[in-house]
């Protein structure tokens, strides 16, 4: 099992910057891969972007391309979106999530077996 913990949501400002987390915890050496998803109301939950966990490898929806980043620290177990130049089509809650049988970046949200309980973003115009 592996637990999942996000936190750094909140209202921002068209323009302004967030930074969200994902703690992990349990059997976090069986992670191949993490992925952060949104879902805004009345829509599909969406791939956001996704990081290996034990290499630097990344993969992002065109969507956010160039304005989010992912990260991590093996360390803490702790992975990171880092999100700039925020629009109003961002707000939504965002969750994290863990794949532990695939070894890529896969953005079928059916693909990740552990979910966190999301995080609110907000970004107001």
């Known amino acids: 099992q592996v637990q999942l913990v996000e936190a750094g949501g909140g209202l921002v400002q068209a323009g302004g910057s967030l930074r969200l987390s994902c703690a992990a915890s349990?059997?976090?050496?069986?992670?191949?891969?993490m992925g952060w998803f949104r879902q805004a109301p009345g829509k599909e939950r969406e791939f956001v972007g996704g990081?290996?966990?034990?290499?630097?490898?990344?993969r992002y929806a065109d969507s956010v391309k160039g304005r989010f980043t992912i990260s991590r620290d093996n360390a803490k177990n702790t992975v990171y979106l880092q999100m700039n130049s925020l629009k109003p089509e961002d707000t939504a809650v965002y969750y994290c999530?863990?794949?532990?049988?695939?070894?890529?970046?896969?953005?079928?949200?059916?693909?990740?077996?552990?979910w966190g309980q999301g995080t609110q973003v907000t970004v107001s115009s």
């Open positions: 999530a863990a794949d532990t049988r695939t070894w890529g970046i896969r953005t079928d949200r059916n693909a990740y077996e552990y």
């Open positions: 349990g059997l976090t050496f069986s992670v191949y891969v």
């Open positions: 990081i290996i966990w034990r290499a630097s490898s990344t």
